[in-house]
């Protein structure tokens, strides 16, 4: 049972345009979502993250989107840099379950030159 | 500051033996959670401790596997006759509370089954 699915396996942008990146999830419990990063032989890396009591968050060139009702994310990247290439997970978290995430599949991100 | 240490890095296991994973937290973190990677997959939670207590492990295989955090020491993360669908990148997490979702991981041990 995927909880949190990424359907994109892959998405590939031009520098300097803007990556989007979606998430949907099922469990009406979760109600902490995040973004990690993560690059080929390394640990995924924290990116940005919102609460349910909230719709959007925003850091620099990064943009957390929260459709509660439709049970959606998005993380919006412009503009988009070659070495924001990697593969980014979104991942959700209730709040009774002690730090647990529960993380999508993940998307391949390419930003070319 | 060094950050959440894994070891070692590349482990390789025949059939039938016993692998150990370590995780060293960042200092002053008493919080630690295990992922694992399956080939083609996101991370999967297996396990979440803090020092000499386990608080969740509803992620782990009900045979084989098993994990410490010790007062002193690294966590470890034990699997006992290896098979081949045990290779995967295993994850360590650590944090200075529970709830602190943005938590810093490891690099990961990758785990091999020959």
């Known amino acids: 049972d995927q909880q949190v699915k990424q359907n994109s396996p892959s998405l590939s942008v031009q520098e300097g345009r803007i990556s989007i990146l979606n998430c949907d999830y099922t469990?009406?419990?979760?109600?902490?979502f995040l973004w990690y990063k993560k690059y080929p032989a390394e640990g995924p890396t924290f990116l940005i993250s919102?609460?349910?009591?909230?719709d959007k968050n925003e850091d620099g060139r990064f943009t957390v989107f929260l459709n509660k009702s439709a049970k959606h994310l998005s993380l919006h990247i412009v503009p988009s840099q070659p070495g924001d290439s990697a593969v980014y997970f979104c991942?959700?978290?209730?709040?009774?379950?002690?730090?647990?995430?529960?993380f999508g599949q993940g998307t391949i991100l390419t930003v070319h030159p | 500051n060094a950050g959440v240490m894994q070891n070692p890095r590349h482990l390789v296991r025949r059939r039938g033996q016993e692998a150990r994973l370590r995780c060293s937290p960042m200092?002053?973190?008493?919080?630690v959670y295990w992922y694992r990677q399956l080939p083609e997959e996101g991370l999967k939670f297996m396990v979440y401790l803090q020092k000499e207590n386990i608080i969740d492990e509803s992620g782990m295989p009900k045979e084989r596997f098993s994990a410490e955090f010790p007062k002193e020491g690294p966590s470890i993360l034990r699997i006992q006759q290896v098979v081949r669908g045990d290779s995967a990148a295993y994850f360590c997490?650590?944090?200075?509370?529970?709830?602190?979702?943005?938590?810093?991981f490891g690099s990961g041990t990758r785990l091999t089954v020959v």
């Open positions: 919102i609460s349910s009591i909230k």
């Open positions: 469990n009406s419990m979760f109600d902490y």
């Open positions: 200092k002053g973190h008493s919080h």
């Open positions: 991942a959700a978290s209730g709040s009774t379950s002690y730090g647990k995430l529960t």
């Open positions: 997490a650590s944090s200075s509370n529970p709830g602190a979702y943005g938590y810093t």
